[in-house]
């Protein structure tokens, strides 16, 4: 079973850094993606960015482009994203999430929390 685990969230004041990290193990696939969503009080949980094993290919939510970098180290295999000019609206439990090659290949992190303040 894969396995997820996350690291870096904390506190921050706007327009500052954080770097969250996403160790996966317990899988042998050359095909997945892994991404990060988010989720606010009261709000539905949403899509940050998310990038593929296969060609390196990423998206990114609207609201992040220009400020997110999703990279990975496929040796480590973990994830990275780097959050830069952070928002108070950034503020948010930010999971990762891992996709295999199937729709039985889910999987989420534990959560870790983001919060920035203004």
């Known amino acids: 079973e894969v396995q997820l685990v996350e690291s870096g969230g904390g506190l921050v004041q706007a327009g500052g850094s954080l770097r969250l990290s996403c160790a996966a193990s317990g899988f042998t696939f050359d095909d997945y993606a892994i991404g990060w969503f988010r989720q606010a009080p009261g709000k539905e949980r949403e899509g940050v960015s998310c990038i593929r094993s296969s060609d390196g290919s990423t998206y990114y939510a609207d609201g992040v482009k220009g400020r997110f970098t999703i990279s990975s180290d496929h040796a480590k295999n973990t994830v990275y994203l780097q959050m830069n000019s952070l928002k108070p609206e950034d503020t948010a439990v930010y999971y990762c999430?891992?996709?295999?090659?199937?729709?039985?290949?889910?999987?989420w992190g534990q959560g870790t929390q983001v919060t920035v303040s203004s």
């Open positions: 999430h891992f996709e295999g090659p199937g729709p039985e290949y889910d999987y």
